[in-house]
């Protein structure tokens, strides 16, 4: 099995950064891509970014193109999200996951989930 830890979440002003993190254990040696999704009440769970096994491939929603970065450290069974010019719409729980076969923007090809970690963008 796999866990998977997010942190970093918080409260900022519009145009501020965070950057979250999600550290993976157990048996880390099984995840191939590594995702992260967002979530308001009432809504789907909603595509963030996700990045290839490698770092090779990235994928962004366009509504965070541009100002937020997803990177991973395989050494340290870790993705990073750092998030630039956070908008109110940015608000939500954002979640970690991870996948142990293939790239993918949709929810469910990935096996494996945090918790999610709060962030909110005041105005």
């Known amino acids: 099995q796999v866990q998977l830890v997010e942190s970093g979440g918080g409260l900022v002003q519009a145009g501020g950064s965070l950057r979250l993190s999600c550290a993976a254990s157990?048996?880390?040696?099984?995840?191939?891509?590594m995702g992260w999704f967002r979530q308001v009440p009432g809504k789907e769970r909603e595509f963030v970014t996700a990045?290839?096994?490698?770092?090779?491939?990235?994928y962004y929603a366009d509504s965070v193109k541009g100002r937020f970065t997803i990177s991973r450290d395989n050494a340290k069974n870790t993705v990073f999200l750092q998030m630039n010019s956070l908008k109110p719409e940015d608000t939500a729980v954002y979640y970690c996951a991870a996948s142990r076969h293939y790239d993918s923007t949709y929810v469910t090809p990935y096996d494996y989930w945090g918790q999610g970690t709060q962030v909110t963008v005041s105005s």
């Open positions: 157990g048996r880390a040696f099984k995840i191939n891509a």
């Open positions: 990045i290839s096994w490698s770092s090779e491939n990235t």
